[in-house]
């Protein structure tokens, strides 16, 4: 069973930022936050990952509660090619070949 | 930079039929991933190697086995194909030492 919970969908302006959140309240002490997307039947591609710091790259910024029990996505400036299925994933990274278990995720979709 | 290639990508069978496909992963890259994901579904983990060795399986039917050969690329088996396989296959890839798995553009199974 996944244990995240995200909105179904959400709507974007383009130029604005995408805040998406996940709720992770079972979340253990070992497992991290994990975020991929995928565009319309391609890949899934990574986003970002964190433990409990917030975190940033060229794509996005991770943003975690203290008390680790849920975090939000952010996309800054969202165009329209970050239309796509946004998903929360929670894993053990211990060791860096564990499987990802998809949960419903969000759907985003960047309007013109 | 070099990225997970699949083939074929496209790939019609009938029912009962077999089929075969093949991953090559990112070069260096120790685990391989499989993927399903079925018409409006989200992916659904099937089976990973480590340096050639199983290493997690999730929801795989019987019908359906892999293997990681010595050059690092992985092929997945599937027989007695049913209507229910028609689903895009995803593998990906990834280093130990690194969290992030990347995926390869799928193949689209068709059985009819």
């Known amino acids: 069973d996944a244990k995240t919970t995200q909105p179904t969908s959400m709507d974007c302006a383009e130029g604005r930022a995408a805040n998406l959140p996940c709720n992770h309240s079972?979340?253990?002490?070992?497992?991290?936050v994990y975020w991929y997307r995928q565009i319309h039947s391609q890949g899934p591609q990574y986003i970002i990952h964190g433990l409990k710091n917030n975190e940033t790259n060229e794509m996005a910024s991770l943003i975690i509660t203290e008390d680790r029990k849920s975090s939000t996505l952010i996309l800054p400036h969202a165009t329209l090619r970050d239309t796509a299925v946004y998903y929360c994933?929670?894993?053990?990274?211990?060791?860096?070949?564990?499987?990802?278990?998809f949960g419903k995720g969000t759907r985003l979709s960047v309007i013109a | 930079a070099a990225g997970v290639i699949q083939s074929p990508r496209h790939l019609i069978k009938e029912k009962r039929e077999t089929a075969t496909l093949k991953c090559y992963p990112i070069p260096r890259h120790d685990t391989v991933y499989w993927y399903q994901q079925g018409p409006g579904q989200d992916p659904q983990f099937l089976i990973s190697f480590y340096e050639k060795m199983q290493s997690d399986k999730g929801s795989i039917p019987d019908r359906f086995s892999a293997q990681q050969f010595s050059d690092y690329h992985s092929e997945l088996n599937m027989s007695s194909l049913e209507l229910g396989d028609s689903a895009l296959y995803f593998c990906a890839s990834s280093l130990l030492v690194l969290d992030e798995q990347f995926f390869g553009p799928g193949t689209r199974l068709t059985v009819l």
């Open positions: 079972t979340i253990s002490g070992n497992e991290y």
């Open positions: 994933i929670v894993r053990v990274a211990i060791s860096g070949n564990t499987p990802l278990v």
